[in-house]
Nanobody, 128 residues
Framework: QGQLAESGGGSVQAGGSLRLSCAVV????????MGWFRQAPGLEREGVATINRVGLTWYADSVKGRFTISQDDAEDTRYLQMDGLKPEDTAMYYC??????????????????????WGQGTQVTVSS
């Protein structure tokens, strides 16, 4: 399936910033779409942002204008820059990979079940 490794989580105060990284360890399929998801205790996993092979992006309404997803193809690493963090952003953050078409990737036409490969998660805690 492949492996992904997240890093960069931590604890910050409201208004602070964090940068998450997702390194691809290996793939054995064409991953046209990479995404960041988050899951808070007692809540369902939700999509935060996605990016396709040509760099087009999608964001959840709750993070638009605050979070930025990007990728470094040379390093095969994806990033999630999180600025203006709020206590409601507190969650475990996961990166994931999918073979869905790149057009679907950035139109929000997917569910978490469409993503085949997941990292282990990194905790983000925002205090007020």
């Amino acid at each position: 399936q492949g492996q992904l490794a997240e890093s960069g989580g931590g604890s910050v105060q409201a208004g602070g910033s964090l940068r998450l990284s997702c390194a691809v360890v290996r793939y054995n399929y064409n991953a046209y779409c990479m995404g960041w998801f988050r899951q808070a205790p007692g809540l369902e996993r939700e999509g935060v942002a996605t990016i396709n092979r040509v760099g087009l992006t999608w964001y959840a309404d709750s993070v638009k204008g605050r979070f930025t997803i990007s990728q470094d193809d040379a390093e095969d690493t994806r990033y999630l820059q999180m600025d203006g963090l709020k206590p409601e952003d507190t969650a475990m953050y996961y990166c994931a990979a999918s073979s869905i078409p790149w057009t679907s990737c950035t139109r929000g036409q997917w569910t978490a079940d469409n993503f085949r490969t997941w990292g282990q998660g990194t905790q983000v805690t925002v205090s007020s």
